[in-house]
């Protein structure tokens, strides 16, 4: 996958929306892309750098763990060499600009050698939405406003503004976002029923074609500006009356297996997003028994067989999530990577080593789980080599 979204299929996905969108043009993330590989030419490769990993450092790359935005979590950078962990997301709140999470930032990836992660350099991801949901705040970042606000915008704007606040973000030290929300709400009335997204004006508007159209958009615009987006919550959080941050047993009566409600999902995944974020809800018509992020059905069959995805699978936190709390840490680790996922983020390091460990254990004691490993492994080194982490 290009480290910018692939042109064609964002035109197969603009033809398909009528929505004109843009390839990415010169001074995008690909043109940037194109110049740094000819800059530094790329002699590492996906495949070469799974080889020379060990397995504990394979497993590593599989973790995504969190440290407060504004200081330096001491075991999540301890993670990084213990466990080898390959990803760290900047969470809670920062609002002092851009100094704080830059210095975070740089400790963060001042811990990769080749004992650590091999030398294959971290995804630093935050969650930079707008509106609520803003992690980074104060001198040097944008006052975003809400999806909602985002999706009254002309798509061609939205997208030049995603640029602009991707380039804050790099200058943070981010190259990841976990944005954008492709969720829809039905309604304004049904949005003060939907605690997660509309209660907080996270959808871009009322219909799958307004969502699409500007989640698109807004994708487009942070790989202009060299951020990898994520869209979440496959297969959508907009139509639940709970929280699964706050409640346990939440649950979706009413999307099917070729849902409308899908419709932004597939588009961005078109227009060739390289990250989508699982749900932990559950889905009566889909799984009854596991939530989506544990579930084979909605990973394997629906999201990378109907939808063709096949980029990097990461779930939300299941560290503090209500929803799993059922669950023992190992086993939300066992079960996401067992149902086809790659990336556990969890926003706690508390969690993590026993996490890491129940992978590392069923990886060494089971071919059948080693081989869902394997795959997970190489599809990240992937996304890092199309982003110049190797």
């Known amino acids: 996958m290009l480290s910018s979204l692939r042109p064609v299929r964002v035109a197969l996905a603009a033809a398909v929306l009528g929505t004109g969108l843009l390839v990415p043009a010169t001074g995008s993330a690909h043109a940037h892309a194109s110049a740094t ?41 301890a993670q990084i060499h213990r466990l080898h962990v390959g990803n760290v997301m900047l969470a809670g709140r920062s609002y002092d600009g851009v100094r ?19 030398g294959v350099r971290l995804f630093v991801a935050t969650d930079q939405e707008g509106g609520a949901v803003r992690v980074l705040q104060g001198p040097g970042f944008s006052d975003i406003p809400s999806a909602l606000e985002q999706g009254t915008w002309e798509p061609r704007r939205l997208r030049g503004a995603a640029k602009v606040w991707a380039g804050q973000l790099r200058r943070a030290g981010v190259n990841l ?3 954008p929300v492709m969720d829809t709400v039905p309604s ?3 949005a003060r029923h939907n605690p997660p997204i509309g209660r907080y004006d996270r959808e871009f508007g009322f219909t799958t074609k307004v969502v699409a159209r500007h989640g698109v958009a807004f994708l487009n615009g942070m790989a202009d500006g060299d951020v990898v987006p994520t869209v979440k919550h496959f297969p959508g959080l907009g139509r639940v009356r709970a929280n699964t941050d706050t409640h346990a047993g939440v649950t979706d009566h009413v999307t099917t297996r070729h849902d409308a409600y899908l419709r932004p999902f597939r588009a961005a995944i078109g227009a060739g997003v390289p990250f989508v974020m699982m749900s932990t809800a559950y889905y009566e018509h889909l799984d009854r028994r596991n939530p989506a992020a544990f579930s084979p059905f909605v990973i394997g069959t629906m999201l990378r067989g109907d939808l063709g995805f096949r980029g990097v ?11 799993v709390a059922g669950y023992s840490p190992a086993g939300r680790a066992l079960r996401f990577i067992g149902a086809g996922g790659d990336i ?13 460990r129940a992978v590392l254990g069923r990886a060494r004691t089971s071919e059948r789980f080693r081989a869902k490993v394997d795959a997970a492994v ?13």
């Open 37 to 77: 590989s000819g800059r530094h030419q790329e002699t590492r490769t996906a495949a070469s750098v799974f080889r020379e990993l060990s397995l504990a450092q394979r497993v590593g790359q599989l973790f995504m763990v969190g440290t407060p935005a504004d200081r330096v979590d001491r075991a999540t950078r």
């Open 100 to 118: 704080a999470p830059a210095r975070v930032s740089r400790a963060m990836r001042a811990e990769v050698d080749r004992a650590s992660t091999g």
């Open 177 to 179: 976002d976990l944005a």
């Open 188 to 190: 304004r009335e049904a």
């Open 313 to 323: 699978v990461i779930s939300d936190d299941l560290a503090r999530a209500r929803q």
């Open 344 to 356: 556990v983020l969890s926003v706690d390091p508390d969690p993590v080593p026993a996490m890491y």
């Open 378 to 390: 190489l599809r990240v080194l992937r996304a890092k080599q199309d982003r110049h982490l190797l």
